[in-house]
């Protein structure tokens, strides 16, 4: 069974840098064509993706957040780990990951096809 | 950079009735890599349609979803009560990974 867990500090000040972690299980983050993204929700919102963590160690960011985002990953500890700086109360929210799903069998490219439960992030002082 | 346009924003309709959500790319998706989600209150998204058309494991066959290069629809054949969600479309073809902004669907 494919699983995907966030977990990271429910309350963050402003200015401070949040570090949330994405704890995979039942795929390795090896697998070809397989990655991760990092979403968020605010509350009341729609889904903002963020960055992605590809199989071959590619990464890619939002545009408009390109310059506070950093993914990295443990493939031995089953791991992607999204950091952001300059944390602000506008970046309260559910923070989500999800894998993209890929079938070497048949070739088929999923989309986000497992997401973890998400984790909830407050800025405030 | 993609931008994806859901239309309706909200959508208001009666067990049994068809529902007809719209998805519109600002550039043609690569390979059709566009996925619908449906997300109920308090809980993460789920996959309904990836590749335009292809229903995800364990999705009822009254959810399809059609389309191709900038223009996708998600159809629901016959309204049932648990639909009630925001449906968001993605194009995951080439990054970043955009989102529309989401349909609300109600039931009268």
């Known amino acids: 069974q494919v699983t995907l867990k966030e977990s990271g500090p429910v309350l963050v000040k402003p200015t401070e840098t949040l570090t949330l972690t994405c704890t995979v299980s039942?795929?390795?983050?090896?697998?070809?064509?397989?990655?991760v993204s990092w979403i968020r929700q605010p509350p009341g919102k729609a889904l903002e993706w963020l960055a992605h963590s590809f199989s071959n160690d590619e990464k890619s960011y939002s545009t408009s957040l390109k310059s506070r985002l950093t993914i990295s990953k443990d493939t031995s500890k089953s791991q992607v780990v999204l950091t952001m700086t300059n944390m602000d109360p506008v970046d309260t929210a559910t923070y989500y990951c999800?894998?993209?799903?890929?079938?070497?069998?048949?070739?088929?490219?999923?989309?986000?096809?497992?997401w973890g439960q998400g984790t909830t992030v407050t800025v405030s002082s | 950079e993609f931008v994806l346009s859901q239309s309706p924003g909200t959508l208001s309709l009666s067990p049994g009735e068809r529902a007809t959500l719209s998805c519109r790319a600002s550039?043609?998706?690569?390979?059709?890599?566009l996925a619908w989600y449906q997300q109920k209150p308090g809980q993460a998204p789920r996959l309904l349609i990836y590749g335009a058309s292809s229903r995800a494991t364990g999705i009822p066959e009254r959810f399809s979803g059609s389309g191709s290069g900038t223009d996708f629809t998600l159809t629901i054949s016959r309204l049932e009560p648990e639909d009630i969600a925001v449906y968001y479309c993605?194009?995951?073809?080439?990054?970043?990974?955009?989102f529309g902004q989401g349909t609300k669907l109600e039931i009268k």
């Open positions: 999800a894998r993209r799903g890929y079938s070497a069998y048949d070739e088929v490219h999923y989309g986000m096809d497992v």
């Open positions: 993605q194009q995951y073809g080439n990054s970043p990974y955009t």
């Open positions: 550039q043609s998706v690569s390979s059709n890599y």
């Open positions: 039942g795929f390795s983050l090896s697998n070809a064509r397989m990655g």
